[in-house]
């Protein structure tokens, strides 16, 4: 066994269990932040705007079912919300990662396959509409 090979295929895994750690805690740190601050201004928004109800409405209406069916729709949305965010930002982390690690292996096969994108693009472009009028009908 060569033990050098080994330790540094163990640092290298390390490294990356360490740069795998901080991405999942930036991830949650992003996401939960910008939520929170989205759900905020819609909880402001709807409270602003049960301020303006016509007294009739609320005379013929409970104000909890007002308050109920705002603060489940604000939740819905911030729930929602949160699992958009972190995805995103995973798959993005995950792009990053997949196109580092191509250049690490072979940049000129990276530079093959970047040169061919624009020509993938343009063919999917071009077959779009035949493929989507097939499985329309």
């Known amino acids: 066994i060569k033990f050098k090979n080994l330790a540094e295929f163990l640092a290298m895994l ?81 792009s990053i990662g997949i196109i580092s690690m191509m250049f690490f292996v072979s940049p000129e096969m990276s530079w093959v396959y970047f040169g061919f994108l624009p020509f993938i693009f343009l063919l999917i472009f071009i077959s779009w509409p035949i493929i989507l009028h097939l499985f329309v009908s």
């Open 14 to 94: 390390a490294g990356l269990y360490f740069l795998y750690s901080i991405s999942r805690t930036l991830k949650r740190y992003f996401s939960t932040f910008v939520t929170e601050k989205i759900s905020y201004a819609l909880r402001n928004d709807v409270s602003a705007k049960i301020n303006r109800l016509r007294l009739s409405y609320i005379e013929t209406t409970s104000y909890g079912e007002i308050l109920s069916r705002s603060v489940s729709d604000v939740e819905a949305i911030s729930s929602a919300l949160t699992e958009y965010l972190g995805n995103s930002i995973s798959s993005i982390i995950l």
